[in-house]
T-cell receptor, first 113, second 109 residues
Framework: NAGVTQTPKFQVLKTGQSMTLQCAQDMNHNSMYWYRQDPGMGLRLIYYSASEGTTDKGEVPNGYNVSRLNKREFSLRLESAAPSQTSVYFC????????????FGPGTRLTVT | GQQVMQIPQYQHVQEGEDFTTYCNSSTTLSNIQWYKQRPGGHPVFLIQLVKSGEVKKQKRLTFQFGEAKKNSSLHITATQTTDVGTYFCAGDNTDKLIFGTGTRLQVFP
């Protein structure tokens, strides 16, 4: 029972490159989330999927796209990376949307040069 | 939009001293959650408060939800070095969970 897993753990991109961050959970949770964490900014919601088959924008969606591939997997794509997207990205899941605790993955540390 | 602010931003204490962090929302919340993030780690859920004026305890940690459901606090009694980390509140109104900016706690032995 791994909980929430994320790949890769670290990534360095050049400006303009694209990449996909992968997230999977094995807890049969309905809801999944992508956050970014910057120093002094806390956690900011990028996109979320309240249930399989749905996705919605969070607080800072610009420059990102998501796919809820199935109940287990929720990926985050950067189509054309920018230095402003240098951050630590966390995926999280919860049994029910909003009203229950969220379980976080270990994070992906992304640097865009 | 909704904002959730936390104070202080940083707190350094001597081991054995008490610590409190405060969380304030610009809007009324339906519930509030608290998370702890160790240095280099990921946020870990601590507790959820739902009722106005609710107080919950976990060993040396005391969590409180304000009567107006717009503020909350976390108090740690007699801090230990294992308490080091950043404590986040996360408030939920009618839309989604908004995380506060966090309070980083450093404990000196």
């Amino acid at each position: 029972n791994a909980g929430v897993t994320q790949t890769p753990k670290f990534q360095v991109l050049k400006t303009g490159q694209s990449m996909t961050l992968q997230c999977a959970q094995d807890m049969n949770h309905n809801s999944m989330y992508w956050y970014r964490q910057d120093p002094g900014m806390g956690l900011r919601l990028i996109y979320y999927s309240a249930s399989e088959g749905t996705t919605d924008k969070g607080e800072v969606p610009n420059g990102y796209n998501v796919s809820r591939l199935n109940k287990r997997e929720f990926s985050l794509r950067l189509e054309s990376a920018a230095p402003s997207q240098t951050s630590v990205y966390f995926c999280a899941s919860s049994p029910v949307f909003r009203v229950s605790e969220q379980y976080f993955g270990p994070g992906t540390r992304l640097t865009v040069t | 939009g909704q904002q959730v602010m936390q104070i202080p931003q940083y707190q350094h204490v001597q081991e054995g001293e008490d610590f409190t962090t405060y969380c304030n929302s610009s809007t009324t919340l339906s519930n509030i959650q608290w998370y702890k993030q160790r240095p280099g780690g990921h946020p870990v859920f601590l507790i959820q408060l739902v009722k106005s004026g609710e107080v919950k305890k976990q060993k040396r940690l005391t969590f409180q939800f304000g009567e107006a459901k717009k503020n909350s606090s976390l108090h740690i009694t007699a801090t230990q070095t294992t308490d080091v980390g950043t404590y986040f509140c996360a408030g939920d109104n009618t839309d989604k969970l908004i995380f506060g900016t966090g309070t980083r706690l450093q404990v000196f032995p």
